[in-house]
């Protein structure tokens, strides 16, 4: 085995180098997400910096293993209460919520696990990352695909689905918008499994070059019609848009 000493000073300086450059970038890219948590002051700092350090982490993933971009400012809702959190229009079984360019969650439980956190914040940053891109996709695909690269499911919410009676919505809009989209996480999920590679990376990257109907074909290969004729034959629309 070589000694230190026998390894060249070129070598060595530009293996440097490219740490350097990989630190940097990393940092870049965390610090490129500008986050505002809007919550009344009721957070502790440890929280902040708790749910701050989450949307990072997710950003940096978005970014580069996605391609999309995370250079913009985004504001965070945090509800006091999950009654609130409900009478703002939100699903009682929704981990979170994209409306009007502004991120809204819940009260974060402290046993919530740091990776379903980063789950949780990067299933809604996805969201505002493809908007912010001014990318076009069908609800039932966004949906799909923020489900699969941040799929949302945790037990510390289960006990909390009951919705107050004065919630802004019925079970049966609830019930229809649950189904509909675990069945596009299902969806988009079953069409990457089918292909080599990485469909929903290719997906991406071929958005850079050919229109989004085109990119899903090349990646997934079939007709985006198709897919929705063939898997959602069932509903009868997609639920609104947030």
Not at 112 to 121: A, G
Request: with cysteine; proline share 5%.
């Amino acid at each position: 085995m070589k000694s230190e000493d026998d390894i060249p000073c070129s070598t060595r300086l530009g293996a440097l180098v490219c740490i350097t450059l990989i630190f940097i970038l990393l940092c870049s890219t965390t610090q490129a997400l500008e986050v505002r948590i809007l919550d009344g002051g009721f957070l502790g700092g440890a929280q902040r910096g708790r749910l701050i350090n989450a949307f990072h982490e997710a950003a940096v993933e978005i970014n580069f293993i996605y391609g999309l971009s995370t250079h913009f400012t985004i504001d965070v809702v945090v509800y006091p209460s999950f009654h609130s959190f409900w009478q703002r229009g939100f699903p009682h079984w929704a981990g979170g919520g994209f409306l009007k360019g502004k991120i809204h969650l819940p009260p974060l439980s402290p046993s919530l696990h740091r990776d379903d956190l980063r789950r949780m914040v990067g299933h809604e940053l996805f969201h505002a990352a493809v908007r912010n891109a001014s990318i076009n996709l069908p609800l039932w695909l966004e949906e799909g695909l923020a489900g699969y690269c941040f799929p949302v499911e945790f037990p510390e919410y289960e006990g909390k689905k009951n919705p107050p009676s004065d919630a802004p919505f019925t079970q049966l809009d609830h019930d229809h918008a649950m189904v509909f989209y675990r069945k596009a996480t299902d969806v988009v999920t079953r069409l990457s499994n089918d292909v080599e590679g990485n469909a929903v990376n290719d997906f991406f990257t071929l958005l850079e070059y050919m229109s989004v109907e085109e990119s899903f074909f090349h990646a997934f290969g079939i007709e985006m019609d198709e897919a929705w004729n063939k898997d959602f034959a069932a509903f009868t629309g997609e639920p609104e848009r947030q």
